[in-house]
T-cell receptor
Framework: SAVISQKPSRDICQRGTSLTIQCQVD?????MFWYRQQPGQSLTLIAT?????????ESGFVIDKFPISRPNLTFSTLTVSNMSPEDSSIYLC????????????FGDGTRLSIL | GQSLEQPSEVTAVEGAIVQINCTYQ??????LSWYQQHDGGAPTFLSY????GLEETGRFSSFLSRSDSYGYLLLQELQMKDSASYFC???????????FGAGTRLTVKP
């Protein structure tokens, strides 16, 4: 399976600032996704990162708050903008390699705390 | 839309067998996956069922019945290290649109 590296692994940020999370994969993948996991909760899909076009956002998530880039088939970024304490969460990227019946694999996540 | 139901907590002793059930309602279905997540860790893929029946991988097995919209994860010979949260997830076309259950917190006691 693909090796997924996420940076930073954790951060503590001030209210009103923005943070960009990077996701790097060691091989080309067809699909990249961004999830959020709030403390003690399940994973919620934020958006699908599309290579060469705008990301596809799920209900409740908007581009102004969570701008996403995917310049190529191995890299994506998620920015959490104008952060508030409610954004404190784990943010995870996941990938699909494109193999038949290949499930999603996750990076180690970014643990974000907003003061 | 999609919804998944799984128990919130399960407790068992070392060496025992545990079954974690998952029922789902989806507008499209491609497969049922199971993930394990230890506290502070990332979700780790455990197993995947696209067709009805049982898939066995070592101590872990997973079952799917598409007609019943139901599956389960079976953990045998439980070890302390199996204490974790277990998530079932269903995917739409080609597992692109994967949705996760709320998770089952498994506690293994000596």
């Amino acid at each position: 399976s693909a090796v997924i590296s996420q940076k930073p692994s954790r951060d503590i940020c001030q209210r009103g600032t923005s943070l960009t999370i990077q996701c790097q994969v060691d091989s080309q993948v067809t699909m990249m996704f961004w999830y959020r996991q709030q403390p003690g909760q399940s994973l919620t899909l934020i958006a699908t990162a599309n290579q060469g076009s705008e990301a596809t956002y799920e209900s409740g998530f908007v581009i102004d708050k969570f701008p996403i880039s995917r310049p190529n088939l191995t890299f994506s970024t998620l920015t959490v903008s104008n952060m508030s304490p409610e954004d404190s969460s784990i943010y995870l990227c996941s990938v699909l390699t494109g193999q038949v019946e290949q499930p999603q694999h996750f990076g180690d996540g970014t643990r974000l705390s907003i003061l | 839309g999609q919804s998944l139901e799984q128990p919130s907590e399960v407790t068992a002793v070392e060496g025992a067998i545990v079954q974690i059930n998952c029922t789902y309602q989806t507008s499209g279905f491609y497969g049922l996956s199971w993930y394990q997540q230890h506290d502070g860790g990332a979700p780790t893929f455990l197993s995947y069922n696209a067709l009805d029946g049982l898939e066995e991988t070592g101590r872990f097995s997973s079952f799917l019945s598409r007609s019943d919209s139901y599956g389960y994860l079976l953990l045998q010979e439980l070890q302390m290290k199996d204490s974790a949260s277990y998530f079932c997830a269903v995917g739409g076309c080609n597992n692109n649109d994967m949705r996760f259950g709320a998770g089952t917190r498994l506690t293994v006691k000596p």
